[in-house]
């Protein structure tokens, strides 16, 4: 995805938390991870096998959240599926969308606290307040792809 390794580079440089939240299973999640030299890229991982309900639960972004002991008010979830971006909603905390507009009703939507076309358009709102970051790795698996041609 557009930006993913702008953004992730800015995070890191920034000493911003980063956290995926995938219902893909741990030993899978680290896999493509570990293949892709991304792993030393996220302080934190939270796996579909690790969590009692699946998005659109918010189950997995609240684990994220409380592997950094941090507030939801301070924490942005970036998304691009509608079980996810319910999921980021669900949780109260701010859901930035990266939307294939086609799968997002319109309620998913209007709840968003922004909506991006690509992952390097957040870096402006993030220096306005610094955020714990949570992505899905549904969203990154794009990214990854993307980035590394694979």
Sequence with gaps: ??????????????NIYTCIGTTTP????????TANKM???FDGIVCGDEIEHGKPAPDIYLKCLSLFDVDKSEALI??????????????GTRLVLVPDLASLDENVRSK?????????KIIEVIKEEKFCTSFSLK???VAINTFLGL
Excluded at 26 to 33: A, E, P, S, Y
């Design 39 to 41: 792993l030393d890229d």
């Design 78 to 91: 970036f998304e691009d599926g509608q079980a996810g971006a319910e999921a980021a909603v669900a949780s």
């Design 112 to 120: 968003s606290f922004k909506i991006i076309e690509d992952l390097s």
């Design 139 to 141: 969203e990154f698996n």
């Design 26 to 33: 741990r030993k899978g999640t680290m896999d493509l991870l």
């Design 1 to 14: 995805m557009k930006g993913a390794r702008e953004l992730l580079d800015y995070l890191k440089e920034n």
